[in-house]
């Protein structure tokens, strides 16, 4: 007879002796595939966001682990994948390729060159979800992030760590608000990464140019996923350029990274969900939505000198129906952020370009990362502007007005066209402390209200090339003295002469 215990224990011993290889992986197949969605039955150790490999090349991510199954989603290839085809585990979370290399170059958030440039080999990756900074990690957010926007440094200062977020209707300025501070920080050893989220090829192309032209790729890596790529590359898009960012933050380096926008983002999330027959809440989106934005945006902070002193500053971009900045993504990114940029249309479309909202928009990091200069100087800034729009209400009813009123009215809207700037029309911080003296003065009512935009860029050239001295002396870390101040004005009154002439003097509302 035969002993099947015996034979039993014998089989066990033998494959126990078996050495692993690590070439064996678990297998699944596919029992469903539709809308860039796979179901797949086997793979029982497989983990939450874990890379799949699909036969044919394919690659998906693991996001629903289901007692009878797996929900994954696809990067590529829905239309060649089919029923009963086989699926691989990697053990492995998704990674994106990091390295000095990057810069310069437009790459997909795998870190696959798009730009026909070669491609990129750096042999570096870090994974693209990464817990965020510890609070003992972190330092103090005490250094400005200069935009080289008068309206934005002088009012809603942003510090190299601090997470601000630009929000407005579209077509209202946010992504050049963007571009612009990319732009300004060339010299100032800043390392800055785009991130376009499910955008227009259009629109991303003439942003690479502005870009290149202004010479900024030289400092500078956008990660793309266009409008027309799969919604997973869009998911996925903004944790690739964080981890990039986070390369070369924990090399003690400043980082700036822009994510344009989280609204197509967290529609993209959406769509994966509804998908993967996820429960929907508030507008359809997912009961995580918030989180989908909190683990990302906490990933940027300034690292405390024992941790390198590296610092990601984020820009996110939000955008707006009507206005609305009480919707369901704007609320959540608002909480989640240091401060907002607000832009309205409403002011957008009278001519205030940027269309910054002062009352809306707010730093919570405030005068800390502001230079001391700009600081004394823009302290009653806002609070001028707040009095002359609330007079200028008063003013539609037509009522009469005593002159201290008409003067407040005349130099509300002269320090409104003074806080107007062209776009790629960046200042340096000496330039705005002249600019903020002179429009602070009493020689502002001097200056006819409909060349006050023509005055101020003709004076900053005046000091370029007559008052060099005097702009270069200007300190931007220490407290304005009077005789600076002095000079400032003296010279601005040289200049009026020269430029207006009799003009001057006459002061209009």
Known sequence: MLDLNEIGRSLKEKIAKV????????????????????????????????????????????????????????????????????????????????????LGRIVDPLGEALDGLGEIVTGKSRPVEYPAPAIMDRGKVNRPLQTGILAIDSMIPIGRGQRELIIGDRQTGKTAIAVDTI???????????????????????????????????????????????????????PYSGCALAEYFMYQGKDVLIVYDDLSKHAVAYRAMSLLLKRPAGREAYPGDVFYLHSRLLERAAKLSKEKGGGSITALPIVETLAGDISAYIPTNVISITDGQIYLESELFNSGVRPAVNVGLSVSRVGGSAQRKAVR????????????????????????????????????GAKLTDTLKQRQYLNYSVKEMIVLLVVSQSDLIDAIPAKRVSEFNEGLLDYFRINKAELLSSLDPDAALSDDARAGILSAAQEYMKITLGDEGGGSDV
Not at 49 to 64: I, M, P, S, T, W
Not at 190 to 199: E, F, K, R, T
Not at 395 to 401: E, P
């Open 19 to 102: 050495p692993e290889r690590d070439a064996e992986r678990s297998t699944g197949r596919i029992v469903y595939s539709g809308d860039g969605i796979i179901k797949i039955a086997g793979l029982p150790s497989v983990q939450y966001n874990e890379l799949l490999d699909v036969r044919g090349g394919y690659h998906a991510l693991a996001l629903n682990l289901e007692h009878d199954g797996i929900g994954a989603v696809l990067f590529s290839g829905e239309d060649k994948i089919r029923f009963g085809d086989y699926v691989y585990s990697t053990g492995k979370a998704l990674e994106m390729k990091v390295g000095e290399e990057l």
């Open 183 to 237: 732009l300004n920080q060339k010299n100032e050893n800043v390392i800055c990464i785009y991130v376009s989220i499910g955008q227009k090829a259009s629109s991303l192309a003439k942003t690479v140019n502005t870009l290149r032209s202004g010479g900024a790729m030289d400092y500078t890596c956008v990660v793309c996923s266009t409008a027309d790529d799969a919604v997973p590359l869009q998911y996925i898009a």
């Open 376 to 411: 004394q100087i823009s302290g009653q800034l806002r609070i001028n502007l707040a009095q002359y729009r609330e007079l200028a209400i008063f003013m539609q009813f037509g009522s009469d007005l005593d002159s201290e009123t008409q003067k407040t009215l005349s130099r």
